[in-house]
T-cell receptor, first 117, second 114 residues
Framework: AQKVTQAQTEISVVEKEDVTLDCVYE???????LFWYKQPPSGELVFLIR??????QNEISGRYSWNFQKSTSSFNFTITASQVVDSAVYFC??????????????FGRGTQLTVWP | EAGVAQSPRYKIIEKRQSVAFWCNPI?????LYWYQQILGQGPKLLIQ????????DSQLPKDRFSAERLKGVDSTLKIQPAKLEDSAVYLC????????????FGPGTRLTVL
């Protein structure tokens, strides 16, 4: 069975602080994909990053960085120098393209990030 | 490039009534998904289409929910009759067919069942 756990329900920081959102996943498959999505108050899920299970290289995109560690089944997301516009719910998701679940995303419960000015 | 379109954005109905949601995916995306997002939870897949065929509807409550994707483009999701626990945001997403491709989501329809 596939499962994604985001243990942090809510995080509050002050602008310019760094913040890390945790994501732990469970799967028995060796080929899988991990995603992060942002859901601002408008409600639309915005794709941030995809990582496949064979690529453990960390990635940096501007103020965003992702740390993928298969040894701990974690795919954590760090925002450096947070801004008020980063306030949103962030979802981590797992995808296993196999059989009848081809394409299905398994989402965590999300982490509500609030950045105060 | 136009994104995924959904309508209506909001809907309020009473229990036992019927409701339908519409989705138009990104042009050229063969795969279309409907997700249900209950407040405080992550989205949960209800049904997945590839072109006009159903790939996965294992989590669709088929006694009251139905969906179709005629002509392999836009899609409708229907609830009949609605229950209080159906109050949620219904998200439509689309993607290309390749493995691991990201899904692009629409703005969602917020359904309130009174």
């Amino acid at each position: 069975a596939q499962k994604v756990t985001q243990a942090q329900t809510e995080i509050s920081v002050v602008e310019k602080e760094d913040v890390t959102l945790d994501c732990v996943y469970e799967t028995r498959d060796t080929t899988y994909y991990l995603f992060w999505y942002k859901q601002p108050p408008s409600g639309e899920l915005v794709f941030l990053i995809r990582r496949n299970s064979f690529d453990e290289q960390n990635e940096i995109s501007g103020r965003y960085s992702w740390n993928f560690q298969k040894s701990t089944s974690s795919f954590n997301f760090t925002i450096t120098a947070s801004q008020v516009v980063d306030s949103a719910v962030y979802f981590c998701a797992l995808r296993v393209d196999r059989g009848s679940t081809l394409g299905r995303l398994y989402f965590g419960r999300g982490t509500q990030l609030t950045v105060w000015p | 490039e136009a994104g995924v379109a959904q309508s209506p954005r909001y809907k309020i109905i009473e229990k036992r009534q019927s409701v339908a949601f519409w989705c138009n995916p990104i042009s050229g995306h063969a795969t279309l998904y409907w997700y249900q997002q209950i407040l405080g939870q992550g989205p949960k897949l209800l049904i997945q289409f590839q072109n006009n065929g159903v790939v996965d509807d294992s989590q669709l409550p088929k006694d009251r929910f139905s969906a179709e994707r005629l002509k392999g483009v836009d899609s409708t999701l229907k609830i009949q009759p609605a229950k209080l626990e159906d109050s949620a945001v219904y998200l439509c997403a689309s993607s290309l067919v390749r493995q691991g491709d990201e899904q692009f989501f629409g703005p969602g329809t917020r359904l309130t069942v009174l």
